[in-house]
């Protein structure tokens, strides 16, 4: 039976995914979590325990964390799932660069992240690297698709994918960093008389209530753990 929607750089594109997921999932939790995912580990047992984290740096992954705890349990299988389905997530979501990169060169691109030694750690590693990566990768995304056409949702969005994340700690500063430098890059090598930087364009454009709004009200509410046992926290 024909299926037409099945072309041949979505069926590399699928085994590609394939692949990584087993790679990335095999044996998954054999290892005990060494001292920094413990660490994780801990402060998501103790937010559910409705008690202060002692470790808070990434305050939305230890939410996220104790919310996958709640849900499957605890164990150093459910501690890496997080990081493991965010990494396979952010190989999945280069799909949607397709239009802008083309077959060919996303199939490459797939396939250096799925073979990456480091991309393939993280995401085996109770940690909230591939989080903030795939979180990235997403207003990325939305930033291109507001270059292209404007919709009024994208600046809350925006403002909120930047608040929680800022919440996910060095790695999720990082990923803020490389939005701004890199849309500061386009503006520096477009041609003159083009509008502002895209980030900047974004989110500052009036009425700055649709970004500024969403964006302290998430960062609150991740920073303090939803209100959640308040003593202790920062």
Do not use: C
């Amino acid at each position: 039976m024909a299926l037409p929607w099945l072309t041949l750089d979505r069926a590399l594109f699928a085994v590609i995914l394939l692949f990584g997921l087993f790679i990335r999932w095999i044996s998954l939790g054999e290892a005990p979590l060494n001292p920094d995912e413990s660490q994780r580990a801990l402060a998501a047992w103790q937010l559910g325990s409705s008690t202060a984290p002692e470790w808070w740096d990434a305050p939305a992954y230890v939410l996220a964390l104790a919310a996958t705890f709640f849900t499957f349990g605890d164990n150093e299988t459910v501690a890496r799932s997080v990081a493991l389905v965010a990494g396979v997530l952010t190989i999945a979501g280069l799909r949607v660069f397709r239009e802008w990169l083309g077959a060919l060169p996303l199939l490459v691109a797939a396939g250096l992240v799925v073979l990456s030694p480091m991309h393939w750690a993280a995401s085996r590693t109770n940690s909230e690297e591939t989080l903030a990566a795939l979180l990235t990768m997403a207003l990325l995304w939305g930033l291109l698709r507001f270059n292209d056409e404007y919709h009024p949702l994208y600046r809350p969005l925006t403002a909120t994918g930047l608040a929680v994340l800022i919440n996910l700690g060095a790695a999720g500063i990082t990923g803020v960093l490389v939005l701004a430098l890199g849309t500061a890059a386009v503006y520096a090598v477009q041609p003159q008389g083009l509008p502002s930087p895209l980030l900047f364009r974004v989110l500052v454009s009036r009425p700055l209530s649709r970004s500024l709004l969403p964006f302290l009200s998430v960062f609150v509410l991740l920073t303090t753990g939803f209100f959640l046992n308040l003593k202790g926290f920062g």
